[in-house]
């Protein structure tokens, strides 16, 4: 089952961590994945557990690595009787890294399953408790019209200066007279899931299996959201804009920045940046239940898997951000600045007698005490009915179809905002944004149809030929129609999308394989109907806000060659390769603006997109000594819709070394190098997300862009008996 269903504020592997109890991965990849799984067109992850076996097995593993990363897991599992068996496992990270930022990484969890064994079946029962916490990180400054980073290149703008500030606000529904800041946190997960899987053969080819799940888990998700940096005077000038209009006498006024930690302090340097230090506080609950009936037959020559089956989830999540907006210096680790502005008066002198009493902007290095407020309880009911068949057609022939329904209704309830009636004594207390304590609802139904059908004839015990057609679909979030900004007629801004995302997607291939060599070929489409576009729009009142509509259409036409070898000459040698080319284009992106204009970015490629990437992997394993590279290139790619800004291509390549120490029967002690990013290249991964439609960075001082972590070395020490 998924790991949340239906409300995704945040990425879903912020709820999951890899560790030792992972017993395999399976990845599902196109029609079956919209057939089987809610709302995920394109592919499904399965992490499979380990669920103890018939014997003993325990396992320690030591990780160290450079910037202090220290981690220690373990997984045991084995009989507790005859029909009985259980796995526990989990493990427990202190880490500084990978880019050193004063705020930790830290945290665990503990795993743990017991299964009993039952006539033609089992009943297996789960439990997981997390608490965990990692650093997010955003873009850095990069010099205009390079790829020169403005700061250390291996630097974050994450600051531990933001970790604990706080400040009076009036009194709110989630802040009780006093915000204080939790960006120490970064993205936190705490709490509990307990499932039971029970699987039963009924016999003559029947079988049942439903599993079901509960969820409690207290959830942040604190980011650092960087501005592009300006030259100081710049910043000062743009306040006194904000203030008194752009015609005002540019000598009558000056900025003097200091430390808000150390006030005494002049700062003297040249570039600073707004950044939000924003609190996201994302607790949920979900019970969640996946029913699933298999009956395998065969009629003549035809021999049939089906499965029928039917999933319901209940999820309830809050949506709360309290978005505070620092002043801060342009550097790794940046400290956070007070501004206070001087004004000359009248005679442009500073120090004389007509001095005017000037603009504290800044209150303890807050710029804003709240530029964006969020109060919201989200709550969705899922059902789904599913079914599938695999048939086999003689021995050469297998047709695989899919039908999924699913239906979803949900309801929002969000607090209203206003702008806090604040005379305190600097321009950060005044016109902040925060909650009225009056509530709006809104409710949406969305319902849709999926289907997959795919064909493989074997033409030899080598060579299969393969073609697949999907209808998939996904239904837009919960939280892109919370908003409940309006418009100057009253409605609301944000309106509830009246379709989904509609997927047709189709691939064809071929397969080679033989006991030394495979290979896979294939051509494939993906056209997408609807598609969403998240986008920022100044509201009348001149906040902004995101919108999310319907912009079009996109499409991609691609082709891939996966390989693997194992030489014969070579014993212990394996060659992994795989390479990818696409053609991705927005065959209609049209965005409406307020005034009635439209933006039309139509023929552009997508967005973040390659059109190229490849990896080769070359492995050898010769008892007692495994030795592993991995080469991963990416082609360039734009940054942003209108195509404005073109990021270059970039490799890494990682290494592994590991060896194997002989010890007593059924024991193992591998020692491992692991070098992420060994040559420790430079390549960016996406420009800034948080610029407006049309607006260039190339034409910034400084823009930002998301690099690659660089290089880091670990060592692991892996004992197993």
């Given at each position: 089952?998924?790991?949340?269903t239906?409300?995704?504020?945040?990425?879903?592997?912020?709820?999951?961590?890899?560790?030792?109890?992972?017993?395999?991965v399976?990845?599902?990849?196109?029609?079956?994945?919209?057939?089987?799984?809610?709302?995920?067109?394109?592919?499904?992850?399965?992490?499979?557990?380990?669920?103890?076996?018939?014997?003993?097995?325990?396992?320690?593993?030591?990780?160290?690595g450079?910037?202090?990363?220290?981690?220690?897991?373990?997984?045991?599992?084995?009989?507790?009787?005859?029909?009985?068996?259980?796995?526990?496992?989990?493990?427990?990270?202190?880490?500084?890294?990978?880019?050193?930022?004063?705020l930790?990484?830290?945290?665990?969890?503990?795993?743990?399953?017991?299964?009993?064994?039952?006539?033609?079946?089992?009943?297996?029962f789960?439990?997981?408790?997390?608490?965990d916490?990692?650093?997010?990180?955003?873009?850095?400054?990069?010099?205009?019209?390079?790829?020169?980073?403005?700061?250390?290149?291996?630097?974050?703008?994450?600051?531990?200066?933001?970790?604990?500030?706080?400040?009076?606000?009036?009194?709110?529904?989630?802040?009780?007279?006093?915000?204080?800041?939790?960006?120490?946190?970064?993205?936190?997960?705490?709490?509990?899931?307990?499932?039971?899987?029970?699987?039963?053969?009924?016999?003559?080819?029947?079988?049942?299996?439903?599993?079901?799940?509960?969820?409690?888990?207290?959830?942040?998700?604190?980011?650092?959201?960087?501005?592009?940096?300006?030259?100081?005077?710049?910043?000062?000038?743009?306040?006194?804009?904000?203030?008194?209009g752009?015609?005002?006498?540019?000598?009558?006024?000056r900025?003097?920045?200091?430390?808000?930690?150390?006030?005494?302090?002049?700062?003297?340097?040249?570039?600073?940046?707004?950044?939000?230090?924003?609190?996201?506080?994302?607790?949920?609950?979900?019970?969640?239940?996946?029913?699933?009936?298999?009956?395998?037959?065969?009629?003549?020559?035809?021999?049939?898997?089906?499965?029928?089956?039917?999933?319901?989830?209940?999820?309830?999540?809050?949506?709360?951000?309290?978005?505070?907006?620092?002043?801060?210096e342009?550097?790794?680790?940046?400290?956070?600045?007070?501004?206070?502005?001087?004004?000359?008066?009248?005679?442009?002198?500073?120090?004389?007698?007509?001095?005017?009493?000037?603009?504290?902007?800044?209150?303890?290095?807050?710029?804003?005490?709240?530029?964006?407020?969020?109060?919201?309880?989200?709550?969705?009911?899922?059902?789904?009915?599913?079914?599938?068949?695999?048939?086999?057609?003689?021995?050469?022939?297998?047709?695989?179809?899919?039908?999924?329904?699913?239906?979803?209704?949900?309801?929002?309830?969000?607090?209203?905002?206003?702008?806090?009636?604040?005379?305190?004594?600097?321009?950060?207390?005044?016109?902040?944004?925060?909650?009225t304590?009056?509530?709006?609802?809104?409710?949406?139904?969305?319902?849709?149809?999926?289907?997959?059908?795919?064909?493989?004839?074997?033409?030899?015990?080598?060579?299969?030929?393969?073609?697949?057609?999907?209808?998939?679909?996904?239904?837009?979030?919960?939280?892109v129609?919370?908003?409940?900004?309006?418009?100057?007629?009253?409605?609301?801004?944000?309106?509830?999308?009246?379709?989904?995302?509609?997927?047709?997607?189709?691939?064809?291939?071929?397969?080679?394989?033989s006991?030394?060599?495979?290979?896979?070929?294939?051509?494939?489409?993906?056209?997408?109907?609807?598609?969403?576009?998240?986008?920022?729009?100044?509201?009348?009142?001149g906040r902004?806000?995101?919108?999310?509509?319907?912009?079009?259409?996109?499409?991609t036409?691609?082709?891939?060659?996966?390989?693997?070898?194992?030489?014969?000459?070579?014993?212990?040698?394996?060659?992994?390769?795989?390479?990818?080319?696409?053609?991705?284009e927005?065959?209609?992106?049209?965005?409406?603006?307020?005034?009635?204009?439209?933006?039309?970015?139509?023929?552009?490629?997508?967005?973040?997109?390659?059109?190229?990437?490849?990896?080769?992997?070359v492995?050898?394993?010769?008892?007692?000594?495994?030795?592993?590279?991995?080469?991963?290139?990416?082609?360039?790619?734009?940054?942003?819709?209108?195509?404005?800004?073109?990021?270059?291509?970039?490799?890494?390549?990682?290494?592994?070394?590991?060896?194997?120490?002989a010890?007593?029967?059924?024991?193992?002690?591998?020692?491992?190098?692991?070098?992420?990013?060994l040559?420790?290249?430079?390549?960016?991964?996406?420009?800034?997300?948080?610029?407006?439609?049309?607006?260039?960075?190339?034409?910034l001082?400084?823009?930002?862009?998301?690099?690659?972590?660089?290089?880091r070395?670990?060592?692991?020490?892996?004992?197993?008996?």
């Amino acid at each position: 089952m998924p790991l949340q269903t239906a409300i995704n504020l945040s990425a879903q592997d912020v709820l999951f961590r890899y560790d030792l109890t992972v017993d395999r991965v399976e990845v599902v990849k196109g029609g079956n994945a919209i057939i089987f799984g809610s709302n995920r067109p394109g592919g499904i992850i399965n992490y499979r557990s380990k669920t103890g076996g018939s014997t003993h097995e325990t396992e320690l593993l030591l990780t160290l690595g450079e910037r202090n990363l220290y981690r220690l897991d373990f997984n045991t599992g084995g009989p507790l009787s005859e029909r009985v068996r259980f796995n526990l496992g989990g493990f427990y990270r202190m880490d500084r890294g990978p880019l050193v930022s004063g705020l930790p990484t830290e945290g665990g969890q503990i795993k743990g399953n017991i299964t009993v064994l039952v006539n033609n079946g089992y009943l297996r029962f789960y439990y997981k408790y997390i608490n965990d916490r990692v650093q997010f990180f955003l873009p850095i400054p990069y010099r205009r019209g390079t790829t020169d980073p403005a700061i250390d290149a291996e630097g974050t703008l994450n600051t531990s200066e933001a970790a604990r500030f706080a400040f009076p606000v009036p009194e709110g529904l989630f802040v009780r007279g006093t915000f204080q800041s939790q960006m120490e946190n970064g993205v936190l997960t705490q709490g509990s899931v307990l499932q039971l899987d029970l699987f039963q053969e009924l016999g003559r080819g029947w079988v049942v299996q439903n599993k079901v799940r509960y969820s409690d888990l207290q959830h942040q998700f604190n980011i650092f959201i960087p501005r592009p940096a300006v030259d100081r005077e710049v910043f000062v000038s743009q306040i006194l804009s904000g203030l008194l209009g752009n015609q005002y006498d540019r000598n009558r006024y000056r900025g003097r920045y200091t430390l808000a930690n150390s006030p005494e302090v002049i700062f003297e340097g040249q570039q600073v940046l707004q950044q939000g230090a924003w609190y996201r506080n994302r607790p949920l609950t979900e019970i969640a239940n996946e029913l699933e009936i298999r009956k395998n037959l065969s009629v003549g020559d035809v021999t049939h898997a089906i499965t029928v089956g039917a999933f319901l989830a209940r999820t309830r999540q809050l949506q709360q951000r309290w978005a505070a907006e620092t002043l801060v210096e342009m550097r790794s680790r940046p400290r956070m600045l007070d501004l206070y502005i001087e004004d000359a008066g009248p005679d442009g002198l500073f120090g004389t007698e007509d001095d005017g009493a000037g603009w504290q902007v800044t209150r303890d290095g807050i710029v804003n005490l709240s530029s964006n407020y969020i109060n919201a309880d989200l709550a969705t009911d899922v059902m789904a009915l599913f079914a599938g068949d695999e048939l086999q057609i003689g021995e050469r022939t297998r047709i695989d179809v899919g039908l999924r329904y699913e239906r979803q209704y949900s309801r929002i309830w969000r607090e209203e905002t206003t702008i806090a009636d604040s005379t305190g004594p600097t321009l950060a207390e005044q016109g902040y944004v925060i909650g009225t304590g009056k509530f709006v609802e809104r409710r949406a139904l969305f319902d849709d149809w999926a289907a997959f059908v795919g064909l493989n004839y074997a033409l030899n015990e080598h060579v299969n030929l393969y073609a697949s057609g999907t209808r998939g679909f996904r239904i837009p979030d919960v939280s892109v129609f919370s908003s409940i900004a309006r418009d100057a007629t009253g409605a609301f801004i944000q309106p509830t999308p009246s379709r989904n995302e509609q997927f047709l997607m189709g691939e064809v291939g071929v397969k080679y394989g033989s006991s030394r060599f495979g290979a896979t070929a294939a051509l494939y489409v993906v056209n997408i109907q609807n598609r969403l576009q998240t986008d920022l729009r100044i509201l009348p009142d001149g906040r902004s806000a995101n919108v999310t509509e319907a912009v079009g259409e996109a499409q991609t036409i691609g082709g891939e060659l996966t390989m693997v070898w194992t030489p014969a000459m070579l014993p212990g040698l394996q060659l992994n390769g795989s390479l990818t080319y696409q053609d991705h284009e927005a065959v209609e992106f049209v965005i409406p603006q307020p005034n009635g204009e439209v933006i039309d970015y139509s023929g552009n490629d997508i967005k973040r997109i390659p059109q190229f990437f490849g990896t080769l992997q070359v492995n050898y394993n010769r008892h007692p000594i495994s030795i592993g590279i991995s080469w991963d290139r990416y082609g360039p790619k734009y940054a942003d819709d209108a195509n404005l800004q073109r990021l270059d291509g970039f490799d890494v390549i990682n290494l592994t070394l590991d060896y194997q120490f002989a010890l007593a029967e059924r024991q193992q002690l591998r020692l491992g190098l692991y070098v992420n990013n060994l040559l420790n290249n430079r390549g960016l991964t996406e420009g800034d997300p948080r610029l407006g439609p049309g607006q260039d960075p190339n034409l910034l001082p400084f823009y930002n862009a998301r690099p690659i972590l660089p290089r880091r070395a670990l060592i692991k020490v892996h004992y197993q008996f």
